[in-house]
């Protein structure tokens, strides 16, 4: 471990070692409480997870100190957005955070020690790629960072036909769906919830069910259709998840596409 990419800038480049790395196996918890007037103690509806602080220890290298402490403001910036941090040591996951609070100096290094905070509102951690099909020849060779899995991409011709999904991180996972091709009247459950789409498809059409939590969308070639279906979205629990698919005259691909979230 001694370096460190923030949104594709390998802090080594600009003369700027990692030499500290502070992850907490899991973020800090929060109790959902209420207090009821006449009796003791408090009502509790669980506790959730408030964002997971990510410190990063860098230590200035070479002659030009003002530049590169100028190029390591340029890097995280807040203004930037929520950076993708990635580590030499753990090149297959990635961490979203954004520079919080205030940067340490280290007096005894003649400052050229910092400590940079960050947080990562979202506090799991993500795999690099996500599970979308792709071929060899889409700008990248073998070996060059794609990796291919086989249970994202499935192709549906008959009723009643199966597929499965296996979630291979540790935590809970909201896909996009992507439906291609033609059928009428179509429903797809994985034994606790169905989703259903009303009328028909053509063979050039696209249905996308966007399960993520902040989306919650269905849409038909670009345009809400959420009228077209029943609202619901699923959840892919860690491990495998069987989906039945029926339809009239079914001749689609079904792509599940998401990232694996891990608790560390």
């Known amino acids: 471990m001694n370096d460190v990419s923030v949104n594709g800038v390998w802090l080594s480049t600009l003369n700027i070692l990692l030499v500290s790395r502070d992850l907490p196996p899991l973020p800090d918890t929060e109790e959902n409480t209420i207090k009821l007037a006449g009796r003791d103690g408090v009502?509790?509806?669980g506790s959730t997870y408030a964002a997971r602080p990510l410190g990063l220890g860098l230590f200035i290298m070479g002659d030009d100190y003002y530049g590169t402490v100028a190029n390591l403001a340029r890097v995280f910036d807040v203004k930037n957005g929520p950076a993708i941090v990635i580590f030499d040591d753990i090149p297959q996951k990635r961490f979203i955070a954004e520079y919080r609070g205030s940067m340490a100096f280290d007096t005894s290094t003649g400052n050229r020690k910092i400590d940079v905070p960050m947080k990562m509102d979202?506090?799991?951690?993500?795999?690099?790629?996500?599970?979308?099909?792709r071929e060899y020849g889409e700008g990248l060779s073998f070996g060059e960072g794609y990796f291919y899995i086989s249970?994202?991409?499935?192709?549906?011709?008959a009723s009643g036909q199966t597929f499965t999904v296996n979630n291979e991180g540790s935590t809970l996972a909201y896909p996009l769906i992507r439906i291609t091709g033609a059928f009428t009247n179509l429903s797809m459950s994985d034994g606790i919830q169905t989703l259903t789409i009303t009328g028909s498809a053509g063979t050039n059409d696209v249905f996308e069910i966007d399960c993520d939590l902040d989306k919650c969308s269905v849409r038909l070639n670009g345009v809400n259709a959420w009228s077209r279906s029943n609202g619901v979205f699923f959840v892919l629990e860690p491990g495998e998840t069987t989906f039945t698919v029926t339809a009239t005259s079914p001749n689609i691909t079904v792509e599940v596409i998401y990232r694996y979230q891990y608790l560390y």
């Open 122 to 133: 979202d506090s799991w951690i993500e795999s690099i790629q996500d599970t979308e099909l």
């Open 43 to 45: 009502k509790s509806f």
């Open 151 to 157: 249970d994202s991409s499935f192709s549906i011709t």
